[in-house]
C-alpha cells in the first residue's frame, strides 16, 4: 500500500513540474493578445461615442438660437448661407471666404464681392437646392431663426449636412456673434466687433439721456418689397425686431397694438394712431441700397405718401417725418448704425456734431473691408436747410 502511494505522489508532482514548464514558455503570447485586445476596445468605444472624440479632439460644439446643441468636427471650412443678413455677419467676421454657396440677393446687392460669384443654394425663405448642397458638402448651413426652420432642419438632416441657427434679432447679437465666432474659427473678431458695437450704442444713449421720462414718439414702419405709389402696410407689432432699436431712441411701435408677429394694417389704423414719424423699409433696394447713386425714387416715394389724402393729418406727414431706410438698419448688427440715422432725423439738436454716414462708412471700410457707398436713408434734412426733428 505504501509503494502504491508513493507512486501517487510522484505522478501528482510531475503534472504540477509539467504545468509550471508549460506557464513559463507562453506569458509574452498571453500578455500581446491582452493588450492588443484593450487597443481594439478602446478605439470601438471611441467610435460609438462620437460627441466625447469630437470634443476631445478638438471639435466645436455651441447651442444655437433654437437651443439646439450642434457639434462639427472642426472649424467651418464651408459654409452655405442662407440669408444675405447673414452672409453680412459672416462677412463682418472676415469669413467670406468660407462661402461656399449662397442666397439669390447676395448676387446685386453690391457688397459681398468674394461670395456673389458662388453656386445659389437657395432661399431659406423660397427653398434651398438639396441636390446642390449634397454636392457642395459644406461643413455646416448657417440660417436665421425665422420662416420654415424646422422643415429645413429635418431635410439637412436626412442628407447628413449639419446646421446653425442664429438670430439676428438685435438684443440677441452678442449671442450670434459668439456662435459664428465659434463656429468659424473668428472668437477674437467676433470680440472685437461687439466691443465696437457696445460702444456705439453707449454713445448714444449718453446722447440720448435727456429724453428719459419724456412721452415716447409714435412709428410706424412700412415693409417695402416691390415698388409701390403707396405706404406699404405690411408691418410687425410686439415681436418687431426694430423694437430693440426704438426703445432705446424713446420711440414706441404702434402696430406693436395690434399684431404680435407680422401682418398687414390698413390706412385708417395708421391714420387713428397718427405717428410722428413713418419708416419705409425697403426690403429689395426699391429706392436706397448700396448700388444706388441717385435719391430720386426715395423721393418719389416719400412724396407718394406725403400726397395721400387717406394721411394728410397723420403728425409725420403734416411735419414731413417720413423717411426710406434700408431694411438692413432695422435689425441685425447694423441695427446700432439706423439708430443713429433715425435719432439724427428726430433729435437734431441732441445729435449735433454726429454723421450718421461717417459710422456707416467705418462699418463698411473696417468690418466689411469693402468701400463705401450708396444711399441707405433718406432724407437727411441735416444736410440740408430744414433741420425738421422733434428735439
Request: net charge positive; charged share 20%.
Amino acid at each position: 500500500m505504501l509503494g502504491i502511494a508513493a507512486l501517487i505522489i510522484i505522478a501528482l508532482l510531475a503534472v504540477g513540474v509539467l504545468k509550471l514548464y508549460l506557464s513559463t514558455q507562453q506569458p509574452q503570447t498571453t500578455q500581446t493578445t491582452a493588450t492588443t485586445t484593450t487597443t481594439s476596445t478602446t478605439t470601438r468605444s471611441s467610435t460609438t461615442s462620437p460627441t466625447t472624440t469630437q470634443e476631445s479632439n478638438g471639435g466645436i460644439t455651441v447651442v444655437d438660437a433654437l437651443g439646439r446643441k450642434v457639434t462639427l468636427p472642426h472649424v467651418a471650412q464651408r459654409v452655405v448661407v442662407t440669408d444675405d443678413e447673414v452672409a453680412e455677419l459672416v462677412q463682418l467676421l472676415g469669413a467670406a471666404d468660407k462661402v461656399v454657396g449662397i442666397e439669390p440677393s447676395i448676387k446685386t446687392r453690391g457688397y459681398f464681392p468674394l461670395m456673389a460669384d458662388k453656386p445659389v443654394t437657395g432661399s431659406q425663405f423660397r427653398g434651398l437646392n438639396y441636390e446642390l448642397l449634397m454636392k457642395l458638402k459644406p461643413d455646416v448651413v448657417i440660417m436665421m431663426d425665422v420662416g420654415p426652420v424646422g422643415k429645413i432642419i429635418d431635410k439637412l438632416n436626412k442628407i447628413g449636412i449639419k446646421c446653425v441657427v442664429i438670430s439676428i434679432d438685435p438684443a440677441k447679437i452678442p449671442q450670434t456673434l459668439k456662435i459664428l465666432g465659434k463656429i468659424l474659427g473668428k472668437e477674437e473678431r467676433a470680440e472685437a466687433a461687439l466691443k465696437w458695437w457696445n460702444q456705439k450704442w453707449a454713445e448714444l444713449e449718453q446722447r440720448l439721456a435727456p429724453l428719459k421720462g419724456k412721452p415716447k414718439l409714435k412709428v410706424f414702419v412700412g415693409m417695402g418689397f416691390a415698388p409701390s405709389k403707396k405706404l406699404p402696410l405690411h408691418t410687425w407689432g410686439q415681436l418687431a425686431k426694430w423694437n430693440y432699436i426704438l426703445d432705446r431712441l424713446n420711440m414706441v411701435n404702434i402696430a406693436a397694438s395690434r399684431l404680435r408677429a407680422h401682418g398687414e394694417v390698413d390706412e385708417e389704423f395708421v391714420a387713428e394712431e397718427n405717428p410722428d414719424i413713418i419708416i419705409i423699409g425697403d426690403w429689395s433696394d426699391n429706392w436706397v441700397g448700396y448700388t444706388k447713386n441717385t435719391t430720386a425714387l426715395a423721393q418719389a416715394m416719400i412724396q407718394n405718401v406725403l400726397n395721400d389724402p387717406a394721411l394728410k393729418d397723420v403728425n409725420a406727414v403734416k411735419e414731413h417725418h417720413v423717411y426710406v431706410m434700408h431694411y438692413v438698419m432695422l435689425g441685425s448688427f447694423r441695427s446700432v448704425i439706423g439708430a443713429y440715422y433715425l435719432a439724427k432725423a428726430a433729435y437734431p439738436n441732441l445729435m449735433k456734431g454726429i454723421d450718421p454716414d461717417q459710422i456707416q462708412k467705418e462699418y463698411f471700410e473696417k468690418w466689411l473691408g469693402v468701400p463705401y457707398k450708396g444711399i441707405w436713408f433718406y432724407p437727411e434734412p441735416w444736410k440740408s436747410s430744414s433741420t425738421g426733428g422733434q428735439a
